[in-house]
């Protein structure tokens, strides 16, 4: 058995781990990041080569932090030297929206908007189809999670912290010192003054221990629900341009972004929100049924006459839930909790790992909204 000590110990490789292990350690400060699996693996939710970053939020809150992960996007590529986040323009269309209200909100946030007629849009896009207004921002995009992931970890490896792949946290406690201590499946012991718990879809697994930090008997965590996303990759056919990340809501909430070097053409990543069944870390099979596949065949088939309806290529993740949609960001004591939840945290992810290094430092204190006791601050 060896025991580390450091000043964080992160657990959790994904998206928001990798970050707050950049941030962390680029504030001087002595990180171990502790990863059940390989870095980059496929089992959670950062796995891929593409995620839609966008700017149409109507919630204040998410439209200002937008404006604040654009700014840590930009500082992630410049201190990498790898740019990961490519501009493709968003849509967002359908019978579900209120397109002149999100059209004027957007513009009050800050972002930049057109809104096109069905007519217009369509001849801007001859590739989709339309049936209703769709408004259209620029700085909308694409990026890569796993170029991503290894942009952050070997920053933060560059600045000293330690990267450990094949480490399971099994246990995490208060060391009698008032520090914490993890202990790893392979016996070793990491001894620190913060720990991050940045597990996504895992988080129940530490349900006790965030309990015992907060002093509590009871669960502090929010009920979290898991389901398994899928997505499908659809070729451009021979001829059609790249088409800008898009959110179409007509019932279902359909949504699409360029492929990424996942598969081998231009291609289209296409996907229904929430159509994956409720699973958990221990069940869940990666397995895709006939039904979810003919759905999203079905959609591309009819809105989007650009792509060949015939999916090149098929993934599955897991997506974490809130009852209220909101993430987790909160600190009690010594442990800090980050968890982005409902499916449209990537984009964040450099600002939340600034958030959460914020947290450890304290240099600020939680958003009440993320709060994980937030009964009285939940809308
Ligand atoms: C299919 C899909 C599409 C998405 N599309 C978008 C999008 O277009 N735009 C967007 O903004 N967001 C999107 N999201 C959401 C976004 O990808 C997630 O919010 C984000 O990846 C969550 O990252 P994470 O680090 O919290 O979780 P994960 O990536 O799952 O990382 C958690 C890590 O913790 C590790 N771990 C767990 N338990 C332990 C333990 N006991 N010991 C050590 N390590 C442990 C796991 O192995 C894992 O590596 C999408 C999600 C999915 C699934």
Not at 347 to 367: C, E, N
Request: proline share 6%.
């Amino acid at each position: 058995m060896s025991i580390h000590r450091v000043d964080v110990a992160i657990v959790g490789a994904g998206l928001m781990g990798s970050c707050a292990a950049w941030q962390l350690a680029s504030r001087g400060l002595t990180v171990a990041v502790l990863e059940a699996y390989e870095v980059g693996h496929d089992h959670g939710s950062s796995h891929g080569r593409s995620r839609s970053f966008r700017r149409a939020y109507a919630d204040p809150l998410y439209a200002a932090m937008t404006g604040l992960a654009l700014e840590q996007w930009q500082r992630l590529q410049d201190e990498s030297g790898t740019q990961l986040l490519t501009g493709t323009g968003g849509i967002d269309h359908g019978p579900d929206y209120d397109t002149e209200t999100l059209s004027s909100l957007m513009t009050a946030h800050g972002v930049p908007n057109e809104l096109l007629s069905a007519r217009q849009a369509e001849i801007r896009w001859p590739g989709m189809r339309f049936e209703t207004d769709a408004i259209f921002h620029t700085c909308a995009g694409v990026f890569d999670p796993e170029s991503t992931i290894v942009a952050t970890t070997s920053l933060a490896a560059a600045a000293g912290a330690e990267i450990m792949p094949m480490t399971r946290v099994v246990d995490a406690n208060v060391a009698p010192s008032g520090e914490v201590a993890l202990h790893s499946s392979g016996g070793d012991q990491i001894i620190a003054d913060f720990a991050v718990l940045t597990t996504g879809a895992w988080l129940p697994d530490f349900s006790s221990a965030v309990a015992e930090f907060a002093g509590n008997s009871e669960p502090v965590l929010p009920p979290l629900t898991i389901r398994q996303q899928q997505t499908f990759h659809f070729a451009l056919r021979p001829g059609e341009d790249s088409l800008p990340t898009f959110v179409h809501k007509n019932g279902k909430q359909m949504y699409g972004m360029p492929s990424g070097s996942d598969v081998p053409v231009p291609a289209m990543k296409v996907g229904c929100f929430h159509d994956g069944d409720v699973t958990t870390t221990e069940v869940r099979d990666q397995r895709i049924t006939d039904e979810q596949r003919q759905a999203v065949v079905d959609y591309v088939s009819e809105w989007m006459p650009a792509l060949d309806p015939t999916p090149l290529a098929e993934s599955s993740g897991l997506i974490t839930m809130t009852p209220d949609g909101d993430f987790i960001l909160d600190r009690s004591g010594p442990l800090v909790v980050a968890a982005t939840c409902s499916g449209h945290g990537a984009k964040f992810a450099p600002l939340i790992g600034s958030m959460i290094a914020d947290l450890v430092t304290g240099a600020a204190q939680p958003t009440p909204r993320f709060q994980m006791d937030r009964g009285a601050s939940a809308h």
